[in-house]
């Protein structure tokens, strides 16, 4: 039997900002929509820790760089390796194509546990 794993409560909203176009032919539509989810983690910080850590042990070798606003404007006291933080994922299912959400998606791992 596998040990109980921690409860992490992931809050997920989407939004659609335009439906660009329909095509009733082919039941396609193009849009653009927003899909945001939120979270609080307590091992944020002790993971963002010993990925840190991790990073400077390998010569600064960090498999997934964090990003978020503090980095961003270079807070000392931020992370930079976040190889060890949990982070939800999304998969969508029935899509023909998604274009350009590379450049789009905005991550803020500042990796504070709030109560």
């Known amino acids: 039997m596998c040990p109980p794993f921690p409860i992490t ?13 329909v095509d009733e032919e082919a039941y396609t539509f193009h ?8 979270w609080l983690d307590a091992r944020a ?7 840190t850590d991790e990073m400077i042990a390998n010569n600064g070798t960090c498999v997934k760089p964090c990003s ?7 807070d ?3 992370g930079t390796c976040c190889t060890n933080v949990w982070a939800p994922a ?3 299912r029935n899509v023909k194509e998604v274009s350009g959400w590379r450049d789009r998606v905005r991550e803020r791992s500042d990796a504070s546990a709030r109560p």
């Not at 849009?31 to 939120?38: L, R, V």
């Open 90 to 92: 999304a998969v969508f």
């Open 45 to 51: 910080p002790a993971a963002l820790k010993a990925g």
């Open 76 to 78: 000392p006291t931020a």
């Open 31 to 38: 849009a653009k929509f927003y899909f945001i989810m939120s």
């Open 9 to 21: 409560q992931v809050f997920v909203s989407a939004y659609l900002d335009r439906l660009i176009s």
């Open 68 to 74: 978020g606003q503090r980095i961003l404007e270079g």
